[in-house]
Nanobody
């Protein structure tokens, strides 16, 4: 189970930090990711992180502005979002990949939380 929090309404240029509290005995051994979706559009890959946190991956649209991290002792994954733009407006989902070795696209993820809304105004 994954529960996201931290979304909200901000102006362009602001920052937000999303959190994802996960449960499960294998959390610390599994990569995790963030996806996002705008109504009437397909879900989009945002970022992913390996179980150790030693490797991270980002979509081109957020690279350099977003940072994914995790705290395995708290079973929590974070997404630090800086310099937010109106095009970042979406529901953000914490997600777990189906295979520990593949986590670079939406199809690699098999489960996710309920999502948290992020709205960025210009």
């Amino acid at each position: 189970q994954m529960v996201e929090s931290g979304g909200g309404w901000v102006q362009a240029g602001a920052s937000l930090r999303l959190s994802c509290a996960a449960s499960g005995r294998t959390f610390s051994l599994w990569p995790m990711g963030w996806l996002r979706q705008v109504p009437k559009k397909e879900r989009e890959f945002v970022a992913a992180i390996t179980w150790s946190g030693g490797f991270t991956l980002y979509s081109d649209s957020v690279k350099g502005r977003f940072t994914i991290s995790r705290d395995n002792s708290k079973k929590t994954v974070y997404l630090e979002m800086n310099d937010l733009k109106p095009e970042d407006t979406a529901v953000y989902y914490c997600a777990s990949p189906k295979n520990s070795g593949r986590f670079h696209q939406v199809a690699d993820f098999g489960s996710w939380g309920q999502g948290t809304q992020v709205t960025v105004s210009s």
